[in-house]
T-cell receptor, first 116, second 109 residues
Framework: GAGVSQSPSNKVTEKGKDVELRCDPI?????LYWYRQSLGQGLEFLIY????????KSGLPSDRFSAERTGGSVSTLTIQRTQQEDSAVYLC??????????????FGPGTRLTVL | KQEVTQIPAALSVPEGENLVLNCSFT??????LQWFRQDPGKGLTSLLL?????REQTSGRLNASLDKSSGRSTLYIAASQPGDSATYLC????????FGAGTTVTVRA
């Protein structure tokens, strides 16, 4: 597609349930990022994938959060045993390359997660 | 840890006035800086990217400057229009983006 796409656009879940959020990056982009935007914390980095390298998970807030990227393209962010503080907009971005290349990051529309 | 600050937090101006949005950051070891626009309930739209080696970048009515040594960037929007009303975010890139809290701009018709 022309841009980064994310699904679902909205997700409402009950506390304690697991959720999966999906990101399709721009075709040909080797770097993929997940960020979270919440009222209290602003926009914060979660995880970064670059090609086939091990992901940088330094921004994940707890071990309930995990992400994978299959075939160097689509990525799934999984939140286990959701808590109310996980309610936020989860944004995915991709860039042509990552690391020290400093390429522009393009963002998807986000998934709004509400945990009841 | 990189800290990014945007001043002011909110700004209201009459149509036609020029806008000046400020961004400061604590660690000058960055690759580039991006300015984004965010409309309510929407994602981020990239406006300008300035590489660390550049001092300035222009796109239409938008001009962004970067002084890496002092840890500052400024976004200028000339001849503001009501359609410029949005939240503007700056983000510094040291492989991941660190964002400021944003400046919410209202342009009054």
């Amino acid at each position: 597609g022309a841009g980064v796409s994310q699904s679902p656009s909205n997700k409402v879940t009950e506390k304690g349930k697991d959720v999966e959020l999906r990101c399709d990056p721009i075709s040909g982009h080797t770097a993929l990022y997940w960020y979270r935007q919440s009222l209290g914390q602003g926009l914060e980095f979660l995880i970064y994938f670059q090609g086939n390298s091990a992901p940088d998970k330094s921004g994940l807030p707890s071990d309930r959060f995990s992400a994978e990227r299959t075939g160097g393209s689509v990525s799934t962010l999984t939140i286990q045993r959701t808590q109310q503080e996980d309610s936020a907009v989860y944004l995915c971005a991709s860039s042509l390359n990552g690391g020290r290349a400093g390429f522009e990051q393009f963002f998807g529309p986000g998934t709004r997660l509400t945990v009841l | 840890k990189q800290e990014v600050t945007q001043i002011p937090a909110a700004l209201s101006v009459p149509e036609g006035e020029n806008l000046v949005l400020n961004c400061s950051f604590t660690d000058s070891a960055i690759y580039n800086l991006q300015w984004f626009r965010q409309d309510p309930g929407k994602g981020l739209t990239s406006l300008l990217l300035i590489q660390s080696s550049q001092r300035e970048q222009t796109s239409g009515r938008l001009n962004a400057s970067l002084d890496k040594s002092s840890g500052r960037s400024t976004l200028y929007i000339a001849a503001s229009q009501p359609g410029d009303s949005a939240t503007y975010l700056c983000a510094v890139n040291d492989y991941k983006l660190s964002f400021g809290a944003g400046t919410t701009v209202t342009v009054r018709a």
